[in-house]
C-alpha cells in the first residue's frame, strides 16, 4: 500500500529561518509527488508537481526537490504569510489517485 | 473567477438525515473528485469522475453516492447521516486522468449532531 509521511508535523520559525520540510513515500510506482499549500478554512491551493529523481521546482521562497524516497520543500527566509499547512501526495496513478500525507503546519512568527 | 465552487459552505444537520453538497468548475476540466478531511486535517479521495463516468470509487460506505450530471458538475449525496460523517468534504477537478494536477474547491465543513 503507498505511504507518505510527512515531518516535522509542526515547525515554528523566525522570519528569515530557513528550514526544511520532509516528505517521505513509499509506493509501488510513483508518476508524480505534489505539493499544496492548505490555509485555514479553505481548499489546497497547489504549488508544485515533481515527476523524476533530481528533479528540482522554485517560487518565491519556496523550492522543492525530489529524490527516490523522499521529497523537500525548502523555505528561504520565510515570512509571516508563508504560515500555513504544507501536504504532500503521490499519484500512483489509477485513475490519478492522490495520496497524502497528514500535514506539517508552519509557523512563521516575526 | 472562482475556479471549482463548492454549496454550501457549512452543513449542520441531524443524525439520520440525508443532505447533498454540490460542485462545479469552470476550468473545463474532464476529471472531478470528491475527497474527505478528517479532524486530523487527514485528506483522503473518496470518487473520481471523468466524462461522467466513475473512475475510483474507494472503500465509501454506500451511504455515499456521487452523481455527475455533466463534466463539470460533481454531487455527492449522503444518506442517513452518521456522526462519524462529521468533516470536510473537498471537490476536485483536474484536466485528465494522468498526472494532472488537481485544484481544489473551498471545502463544504458537515457537521452531525
Known amino acids: 500500500e503507498d505511504q507518505v509521511t510527512q515531518s516535522p508535523e509542526a515547525l515554528r520559525l523566525q522570519e528569515g529561518e530557513s528550514s526544511s520540510l520532509n516528505c517521505s513515500y513509499t509506493?509501488?510506482?510513483?508518476?508524480?509527488l505534489f505539493w499544496y499549500r492548505q490555509d485555514p478554512g479553505k481548499g489546497p491551493e497547489f504549488l508544485f508537481t515533481?515527476?523524476?529523481a533530481g528533479e528540482e521546482k522554485e517560487k518565491e521562497r519556496l523550492k522543492a526537490t525530489l529524490t527516490k524516497k523522499e521529497s523537500f520543500l525548502h523555505i528561504t527566509a520565510p515570512k509571516p504569510e508563508d504560515s500555513a499547512t504544507y501536504l504532500c501526495?503521490?499519484?500512483?496513478?489509477?485513475?490519478?489517485?492522490?495520496?497524502f500525507g497528514t500535514g506539517t503546519q508552519l509557523k512563521v512568527e516575526l | 473567477d472562482t475556479a471549482v465552487s463548492q454549496t454550501p459552505k457549512y452543513l449542520v444537520t441531524q443524525m439520520g438525515n440525508d443532505k447533498s453538497i454540490k460542485c462545479e468548475q469552470n476550468l473545463g476540466h474532464d476529471t472531478m473528485y470528491w475527497y474527505k478531511q478528517d479532524s486530523k486535517k487527514f485528506l483522503k479521495i473518496m470518487f473520481s469522475y471523468n466524462n461522467k463516468e466513475l473512475i475510483i470509487n474507494e472503500t465509501v460506505p454506500n451511504r455515499f453516492s456521487p452523481k455527475s450530471p455533466d463534466k463539470a458538475h460533481l454531487n455527492l449525496h449522503i444518506n442517513s447521516l452518521e456522526l462519524g460523517d462529521s468533516a470536510v468534504y473537498f471537490c476536485?477537478?483536474?484536466?485528465?486522468?494522468?498526472?494532472?494536477?488537481?485544484?481544489f474547491g473551498p471545502g463544504t465543513r458537515l457537521t452531525v449532531l
Open positions: 515533481l515527476y523524476s
Open positions: 501526495a503521490v499519484n500512483t496513478g489509477g485513475g490519478n489517485k492522490l495520496t
Open positions: 476536485a477537478s483536474s484536466g485528465g486522468l494522468g498526472t494532472d494536477t488537481q485544484y
Open positions: 509506493v509501488s510506482g510513483l508518476r508524480g
